[in-house]
């Protein structure tokens, strides 16, 4: 009984080990999933590892070849995957879960060296520890975190190259405790188990509480600016206002020597004071600079649509707004993506249309069922390049707009883009379907 | 050419028809949409925008002319200048906004130079046949005049973004390669990435295997697709 146990512990062993791994690693990468192909080879790979590893004679090779072609075989399918970009996130991701999954059956064997108990009970207690892991890992899956730290690791690189390091670190003084442990120079240490465990548990947290610390303070400085864009909207129509009064006050004038001219049926007055009429009003009545904002339901669209006028109003771009009936989609309200999706292709399409000498960036919104936003522009796009990760036309700019546009309509179904290029203009066509 | 114009101020009226001379007046959109019908010409149809102090009945009545008839040009002739140019330019194809408020010099300026374009447009468009074809995109179609069409290319990275190169633009879609030589009998597949308009094939490279368009870009023309080309070129 107690032989059979063994050879099944032996076994299964490895076989639990990848399992974790694979967990772990797939959580981390913010719940992807692995085709079934893939998730078979790689769990027969780690298997064949662990088993090839705790095969060995000399106990240095035993202790860190498994584990450390075990994070190898990780970082090449999450490379290969292209699940995430950076080659250092996916190596941190890598190292984590392998230090995870090691964790608890390290931890059981700690406590069983420390209190001598039977081979047999011993021996069960290993097999449970690994299903225990297993759970452990299925449990934390469940959470459904949203982690999405990539980007954010990626943005603060010190920060990234600090908690790679301290992961490796802790990997290789693993390797080297076991090495010591099956030396019998060491016999674990409860302490050293938990040390690790809060080590593990900062290098996953503490970039997701910045993260989640960043965007709040992005928030705040987004108020400010909604804030600062509305106060000096409110200015121009202030001052928009005062020069129709003046206007009007003008108008009254010139009717009243209008009526004076008629009553003394002088024809050159009438002439005079009607084609100063004609140029005045012309010069201050047509005002298309003036937002038609109130037709917008959605608030966050608006305050948008007032910062991007702002920083258009700055650069002397000319930005128009034409929405003739209510603009309310309920599908994109309050979500978040959506508003960065139209506030890259209000960028882009300010930033293309400073360069061109009509200097125009034309918003239109219709029937809750388009968006449109025409720039101008100096040449007629390649278009086969631009939504590539990586690909920008403006110098120092990492390529990212676009791609995440890209992304966003490639998940939501109601949603479509058509891109138009033509020699002076630059249409990005948003369409919906209204359920 | 026939002129429409769709005016209620009796003033105006007589301001354009001084400078067009055989314009048809109509104050009433119904009976304008009854000629436009009866017409079946393409021809220049002059609008305002504002009849009877009703906003917008001049767009209305466009939105309606479109639905029956592609070929016409539509000028706008308004004093509501302050929005929706863009809007109009891109919802009805409209070919000039006209402001009725400017000095007569530029008013007549402005609008014999969009009336001789739009002249110009119909004559373009009469040379050749238009016929539109509908290119599905994602959940969407996008319709485009099948003589403007001249390749369409699935960028590398993404198999399911597809750029369509006309003669004058480039439009991207969301649709793939697989899809389009079912549409019309025309667009030919040379390459999995290609797919070419066959009006506008220049010529066929049996040596080199590439395929030339009108535009001068060089396509490359897969095995695969070999016979075929031979077989048309």
């Known amino acids: ?435 | 050419m026939n002129y429409y114009l769709l005016e209620d101020n009796v003033v105006q009226q007589r301001r354009i028809q001084q400078i067009i001379e055989s314009c048809q007046v109509f104050d009433q959109p119904i009976s304008l949409l009854e000629a436009l019908k009866a017409d079946k010409l393409a021809k220049v149809i002059l609008l305002d925008l504002e009849i009877r102090t009703v906003e917008n009945v001049g767009l209305n009545v466009a939105k309606m002319i479109r639905q029956f008839d592609t070929m016409s040009q539509i000028i706008i002739v308004t004093t509501h200048s302050e929005m929706l140019e863009q809007g109009l330019k891109y919802h009805i194809g409209m070919i000039d906004f006209i402001d009725k408020a400017q000095s007569e010099i530029l008013f007549t300026k402005r609008l014999l130079s969009a009336v001789t374009e739009a002249e110009q447009q119909i004559r373009l468009q009469s040379g050749t046949q238009s016929e539109l074809i509908t290119l599905p995109n994602g959940k969407k179609y996008e319709s485009i005049n099948l003589n403007d069409v001249i390749y369409m290319t699935s960028s590398q990275s993404q198999s399911h973004q597809l750029t369509v190169c006309c003669e004058r633009k480039n439009i991207q879609i969301r649709t793939t390669v697989k899809s389009l030589p079912k549409l019309h009998q025309n667009f030919i597949q040379i390459h999995a990435a290609y797919v070419v308009n066959k009006s506008k094939v220049v010529a066929f490279n049996g040596q080199t295997n590439t395929v030339q368009l009108n535009n001068g870009v060089l396509l490359p023309c897969a095995r695969k697709y070999l016979k075929t080309m031979r077989q048309l070129f």
Not at chain 1, 89 to 115: I, K
Not at chain 1, 391 to 413: A, E, M, P, T
Request: glycine content about 2%; hydrophobic content about 50%; aromatic content about 14%.
């Open chain 1, 1 to 435: 009984m107690f032989q059979f146990l063994n050879i099944f512990n032996v076994i299964t062993w490895p076989i639990f080990e990848s399992v974790v791994m694979l967990i772990w690693f797939s959580t981390l990468l913010g719940h992807h999933r692995f085709s079934k192909k893939t998730v078979v080879i790689t769990s027969i790979i780690l298997y064949v590892i662990n088993m090839i590893g705790n095969g060995f004679e000399s106990p240095l090779l035993r202790a860190s070849l498994a584990s450390t072609l075990s994070i190898i075989v990780l970082f090449y399918i999450g490379w290969r995957q292209n699940i995430i970009h950076s080659k250092c996130v996916l190596l941190l991701y890598a190292s984590v879960s392998s230090l995870l999954a090691y964790w608890v059956v390290n931890f059981e064997m700690t406590m069983t060296s420390l209190v001598s108990v039977p081979v047999f009970v011993q021996t069960s207690l290993d097999f449970l520890a690994n299903i225990l892991a297993v759970i452990f890992a299925l449990i934390f899956r469940q959470l459904k975190y949203e982690w999405l730290t990539e980007n954010f690791l990626k943005k603060h690189v010190v920060q990234l190259q600090v908690l790679l390091m301290s992961s490796l670190f802790l990997r290789i003084m693993n390797d080297f405790l076991a090495y010591f442990f099956a030396v019998e120079q060491f016999t674990g240490s409860i302490w050293w188990d938990f040390f690790l465990l809060s080590i593990i548990l900062a290098i996953i947290f503490v970039p997701v509480i910045s993260n989640q610390y960043e965007l709040l303070l992005d928030k705040i400085n987004q108020h400010d600016a909604e804030m600062a864009a509305s106060q000096s909207y409110t200015q121009q129509l202030e001052t928009k206002y005062s020069e129709f009064r003046f206007f009007k006050h003008d108008y009254k004038n010139i009717l009243a020597s209008l009526e004076y001219g008629i009553q003394s049926e002088n024809m050159s007055d009438i002439r005079n004071t009607y084609y100063s009429v004609i140029k005045k009003s012309n010069e201050t009545l047509p005002d298309p600079q003036i937002l038609n904002l109130k037709h917008i339901a959605d608030l966050n669209l608006k305050s948008l649509i007032l910062v991007k006028h702002q920083i258009a109003f700055e650069k002397s771009v000319s930005f128009n707004v034409e929405i003739n009936e209510f603009f309310d989609i309920i599908a994109i309200e309050n979500d978040v993506n959506f508003h960065r999706v139209i506030g890259i292709l209000l960028d882009n399409a300010i930033e293309a249309a400073e360069k061109t000498v009509k200097k125009t960036v034309t918003m239109l919104l219709m029937n809750c069922k388009e968006i449109v936003i025409v720039n101008s522009c100096t040449q007629c796009t390649d278009l086969t390049k631009i939504a590539q990760f990586g690909y920008s036309s403006k110098k120092n700019h990492s390529g990212f707009g676009l791609y995440f546009v890209q992304q966003y309509v490639n998940q939501h179904d109601n949603i479509e883009l058509t891109t138009i290029a033509e020699q002076h203009h630059f249409i990005q066509k948003m369409m919906f379907t209204v359920s």
